[in-house]
């Protein structure tokens, strides 16, 4: 029995449903602001080419005060778009309170 190999290598190129930091942003920020509100909100997106996942930070943000600390990560897969794991807005809601308090705004 005789098999026949080829030396051709098809290089794939994957593609992305979020290709840039500014997109996965505000992919983030659109889940943000109708499950939790405008005070949480993304800022940048760093991207992992071995994960092929987008870390983005979600911080905690008055006007009057501006950032005061991150409140939790999500990771949004550059390829489906999707988010890893399940982002639980409850929690995000509660650090957010938290921190809140700690710096006086309640």
Do not use: C, K
């Amino acid at each position: 029995m005789s098999m026949t190999t080829s030396d051709r290598e098809v290089a794939v190129t994957p593609q992305f449903t979020i290709p840039t930091a500014h997109e996965a942003v505000a992919r983030v920020n659109r889940w943000l602001h109708r499950e939790i509100g405008t005070a949480v909100h993304a800022a940048a997106a760093t991207f992992d080419p071995t994960t092929f996942y987008w870390h983005v930070p979600i911080e905690l943000a008055y006007g009057p005060t501006g950032p005061l600390g991150v409140v939790g990560d999500v990771y949004v897969h550059a390829a489906t778009g999707d988010f890893a794991g399940r982002p639980n807005a409850e929690e995000f809601r509660q650090r957010a309170e938290i921190l809140a308090t700690a710096h006086g705004i309640a």
